[in-house]
């Protein structure tokens, strides 16, 4: 046990690590592009005085030495307090500031990136395994062809392309029956619906639309791990011991394919987020991905730091619990891998870079 | 690398030679089919036709796939500005696909104008990707040491997070400054902003792919003895280990060209890829359907969405088919 606590200790403190430097990345970023922060608190202003300047960048603690700033902000992370963003600030009695916070709104669009992650990562893994080991039992054949091209055609195709079809064929704008946007599983005050029912139509979409697009990746990865461990000397064995074909498949063949596929999904996670861009766009809901593409992508040469450090903020603990998760999950289940210090990462598909 | 023993294997591969055969279809139409199709349909890509419009006001639709259209670029109106039939005896010329949009420009020479810039995007984005990883990923893998341990680590981090959005963050800050840079017809501004930022933002994979290659032949005999006889480390890399890159350049290179052009997709519905004049099948997506920002301005035909999709599904598909059929004839044992 004392291997794996080292190896639990030594990628916490590795993520960590990862976590500060990205904060520190993204201030370096944002101090090395020219920008005039205190625009935002005077935006009717054609030209700032001296003065206004001056005194929004004090107001928004921007006069002070820099390594105070990133301390500042790790210290509020810590107790939880994103600030408040930058745009539409007020400044109240000229000495200090009204923002919006940002925690609410990060929250609510967490709330549905995760959802439509979590739902669709579960259909690919439903609809890999099976599709995977039927093809992986008879490479070469016309139906293992037919599985690889008709998966591949949902990877060539566009997340976009893809939702948009999804959602003008089948969405609310033809049958009535699947609404677009999010709906939460619990009702709150401000919801216009809510419940178990509600939320999984609403989802039933960009969950196809998720599973369309990493399926290809997946089913291969399945089928490719299913050829391999049907020749080993286990899985014969437990054949010669008049296992039935189901059950050396459930029981001796599988457990090796989904540990593979499960790493891949804890890999995957930073991946995910990016194609929800696309997937919240073409559904029409408010999610992490649109939200980053609206603070950090717009053409505008303001850039609201709070917001797009409480973005970055959101995404790497995101993708690095996901990595940790996996990790441990893995050297749980394969204690080989607790004592090798990195896997490799492989993307030998269209579509892997996303 | 006996290059005649791969080509014979290449050859025995019907569905690889299949998609080299669709790819060759493809460049050669792109690069042109525009330009045969301009003067035989005698108008250009980038004309506007007003009159290529069904209805008007909120409702306004391109016209359908082989559509004659009024050639004329006037519109005539009455006093409460609504749209009047064209002039008599103007003369009518033939939309193959339809118009695109409320422009009323041609969907079909746009099509194949699209083609060229969209390759010419994932071909660029592989060049400048490999002009970073392959120096980087050389060095890294052949010197090993502390340079190793940095780029190895660094492009494990990296990859780990949503590139997607890191391109569209630098793309939106970038772009403007680089979307001048552009060559007449041959390189339309935007396409060079979009292949440098995909190319760097995509480098990391070819950059460990070249690493690990280098890593397991730094102690290979051949290149010890070359070592032994005196020959310096840029020689050896040059002269010994380069050819061993190839089969990992092609392999990696033809599906990195397919995923290029669905990045240029994604940018491009960002709106913040290439002008939206500037036909690629990506904006010619976007026109359609309107980007993230800004609101589509005409409900999108059929036609609009399945023309740039099918090519970009045959081209990305054929793409994929070549790489599989490299690695296979590269590398048989596998």
Redesign the interface.
């Known amino acids: 046990m004392s291997h794996f606590t080292a190896f639990l200790g030594r990628r916490l403190a590795g993520a960590l690590l990862?976590f500060l430097t990205l904060i520190a990345v993204t201030f370096v970023v944002y101090w090395s592009?020219p920008a005039t922060p205190a625009g935002f608190l005077y935006p009717f202003a054609a030209h700032l005085t001296n003065y206004q300047l001056q005194h929004g960048n004090h107001l928004l603690g921007l006069d002070r030495p820099k390594l105070d700033q990133y301390g500042d902000y790790l210290w509020h992370l810590l107790h939880g307090d994103f600030g408040g963003s930058w745009r539409g600030g007020q400044i109240v009695d000229n000495d200090h500031l009204l923002l919006a916070p940002i925690g609410p709104q990060l929250f609510a669009a967490t709330r549905e990136s995760l959802s439509i992650i979590l739902g669709g990562a579960l259909l690919v893994l439903v609809l890999a395994l099976p599709l995977g080991a039927f093809a992986g039992r008879r490479i070469g054949s016309a139906a293992d062809r037919l599985i690889s091209?008709a998966t591949?055609?949902g990877i060539?195709?566009?997340p976009?392309?893809l939702g948009?079809?999804l959602a003008t064929t089948l969405g609310v704008e033809q049958s009535g029956v699947i609404d677009n946007g999010y709906c939460p599983l619990r009702r709150g005050p401000k919801d216009t619906c809510g419940g178990l029912g509600p939320w999984t139509s609403h989802l039933i979409l960009p969950w196809i639309t998720f599973a369309l697009l990493f399926l290809a990746l997946y089913v291969r990865m399945v089928r490719a791990s299913v050829a391999d461990t049907l020749h080993e000397d286990y899985v014969r064995t437990a054949r010669a011991k008049g296992a039935g074909e189901l059950r050396v498949m459930r029981h001796h063949v599988l457990p090796s394919a989904g540990l593979r596929v499960l790493t891949m999904v804890g890999?995957e996670?930073?991946?995910a987020?990016?194609?929800c861009?696309?997937i919240e766009?073409a559904f029409g809901f408010q999610g992490l991905?649109?939200l980053?593409?609206t603070v950090?992508?717009?053409?505008a040469d303001q850039i609201d730091l709070p917001f797009t450090l409480a973005v970055v903020t959101i995404?790497?603990v995101i993708?690095?619990v996901g990595?940790l998760v996996v990790d441990v999950l893995y050297a749980v289940l394969d204690p080989r891998a607790a004592r090798e210090t990195?896997r490799?990462?492989d993307?030998?598909?269209?579509?892997?870079?996303? | 690398m006996n290059w005649i023993l791969v080509w014979r294997r290449l050859r025995r591969d019907r569905w690889t030679m299949a998609a080299i055969a669709t790819l060759a279809g493809v460049v050669a139409v792109s690069l042109v089919g525009g330009a045969i199709a301009t003067r035989v349909l005698g108008h250009g890509g980038d004309k506007p036709f007003p009159y290529a419009t069904i209805g008007d006001g909120p409702v306004q639709k391109p016209v359908g796939i082989w559509s004659h259209v009024p050639d004329t670029a006037q519109v005539r109106l009455d006093e409460y500005s609504q749209m009047l039939p064209p002039a008599k005896g103007t003369k009518t010329t033939l939309f193959v696909l339809g118009g695109d949009g409320t422009l009323g420009r041609d969907e079909f020479i746009r099509l194949l104008d699209g083609g060229r810039t969209s390759i010419e995007v994932g071909i660029g984005g592989v060049l400048f990707a490999l002009l970073v990883a392959l120096p980087v990923g050389a060095a890294a893998g052949y010197f090993g040491g502390l340079l190793d341990a940095a780029v190895g680590r660094f492009t494990d981090t990296v990859m780990a997070f949503p590139m997607l959005l890191f391109l569209v963050f630098a793309t939106a800050k970038l772009s403007p400054y680089l979307a001048g840079v552009g060559y007449s017809w041959i390189v339309p501004r935007g396409v060079f902003s979009d292949a440098l930022l995909i190319g760097v933002f995509t480098c990391f994979y070819p950059m460990r792919l070249f690493r690990a290659q280098l890593m397991t032949l730094r102690h290979a005999e051949f290149v010890e003895a070359a070592q032994m006889i005196g020959a310096s480390d840029w020689r050896i890399l040059r002269r010994e280990l380069a050819s061993h890159l190839v089969p990992t350049m092609l392999v990696w290179g033809a599906i990195a060209v397919a995923t290029n052009m669905l990045l240029e997709v994604s940018l491009s519905f960002i709106g913040v890829g290439v002008q939206p004049s500037t036909p690629t099948w990506g904006s010619m997506l976007a026109v359609a359907w309107g980007s993230i920002y800004a609101p589509r301005s005409a409900n999108p035909t059929i036609w609009l969405t399945l023309c740039p999709t099918a090519a970009l599904v045959v081209t990305v598909l054929a793409l994929n088919q070549l790489s599989e059929g490299f690695r296979r004839a590269l590398e048989p044992r596998h």
Request: charged share 5%.
């Open positions: 990862t592009i091209t591949l055609v060539c195709t566009h976009m392309v948009l079809i890999m996670v930073g991946t987020l990016g194609v861009i696309y766009a991905g649109r980053a593409v950090m992508g717009g053409a995404i790497t993708v690095l990595n990195s490799g990462r993307k030998p598909l269209v579509g892997g870079v996303f």
